[in-house]
């Protein structure tokens, strides 16, 4: 998915808003490819959730931009296996998973405030039968007929430097809408959703799906139709995203990594199958991409 943000050009700097871009520093920053090189073009701030939207939100993500005139800067992205709410320019966007990776072009000055959600999360937050399309984007309706005026507040707080503010502006329209779709089926499915991610995330290398089922005590069936019905992708694909951010990550902090010892510490047997699943999530490849993060 590509695209393209136009913002309005200004000659003032974001001097507070860069002061956010930490998590670009510290980290993690899974998924996002070459932080290092995105650390001079815009600024990231990541904000926890309110207590009671924690089964749902994962976090709030605030990016904030200020680049010369004429100045254009692509960032990619491999997405995570979950949807987002985005206070645009344009108002407020629902984004299901990303088709595949994500491109966004920056220029100008703007900034965005989103909604990361859990696994299961959009499915759940939109009352959908079904965990979305691929790739499907559309103004987030279901947010209520306040959500422009609050939209346009997020934005200006986002811009003024103030992170947490404009957090605090989406979260009531966030919450209200998580009211109205929550139902006990979906707090069952996200909570084993949750459940689920987190093992994966303190997996072994090369943990298979009947490794992981037998640690969730369920059988690979039923966690693949788990899957199928409220993430949209298996627990294989899910379990091989989580090697090759690891294995990104890792080269983004140290690009002089040997790669055949950055396979197995991630869990791949040999480095051709490494290297085919590095290829389909970044793009180029794990000598290509080390190369581009020395640069």
């Known amino acids: 998915m590509r695209q393209v943000f136009d913002g309005e050009t200004s000659a003032g700097a974001l001097s507070a808003g860069r002061t956010a871009g930490s998590a670009l520093e510290s980290g993690p920053t899974l998924g996002i490819v070459n932080p290092v090189r995105a650390r001079d073009r815009f600024a ?21 931009w200020d680049l010369p005139p004429g100045v254009a800067f692509t960032q990619n992205v491999m997405p995570h296996p979950v949807g987002h709410v985005v206070a645009e320019r344009e108002g407020f966007l629902a984004y299901a998973m990303p088709a595949g990776l994500f491109e966004r072009t920056l220029s100008g000055t703007g900034a965005v405030v989103g909604t990361k959600l859990r ?3 959009y499915r759940a937050l939109l009352g959908l039968t079904h965990p979305g399309e691929r790739g499907a984007v559309g103004p987030a309706s279901f947010l209520g007929p306040t959500a422009s005026p609050a939209c346009a507040e997020a934005l200006a707080e986002a811009s003024a430097g103030q992170p947490d503010a404009a957090v605090r502006t989406v979260t009531p329209l966030l919450r209200a809408a998580v009211e109205r ?17 987190a093992v994966i995330a303190d997996a072994v290398p090369g943990t ?7 640690r969730l005590g369920t059988t690979p069936r039923s966690l693949q139709r788990l899957f199928a019905d409220w993430v949209g992708v298996s627990p294989k694909w899910v379990l091989r995203r989580h090697r090759v951010h690891l294995a990104a990550e890792m080269l983004g902090r140290d690009p002089g990594l040997d790669l055949a010892g950055l396979a197995a510490a991630v869990g791949y047997y040999d480095q051709a199958h490494f290297s085919g699943d590095f290829v389909r999530a970044v793009g180029v490849p794990p000598g290509e991409y080390a190369r581009s993060c020395r640069a």
């Open 181 to 197: 779709s929550r139902t006990a089926r979906s707090a069952a499915a996200l909570a084993a959703l949750r459940e689920a991610f």
């Open 44 to 64: 990231l701030a990541r904000v926890e959730p309110a207590a009671d939207l924690a089964d749902l939100v994962d976090w709030h993500w605030v990016i904030t």
């Open 208 to 214: 298979s799906v009947t490794a992981l089922a037998g």
């Open 119 to 121: 696994p299961g999360g």
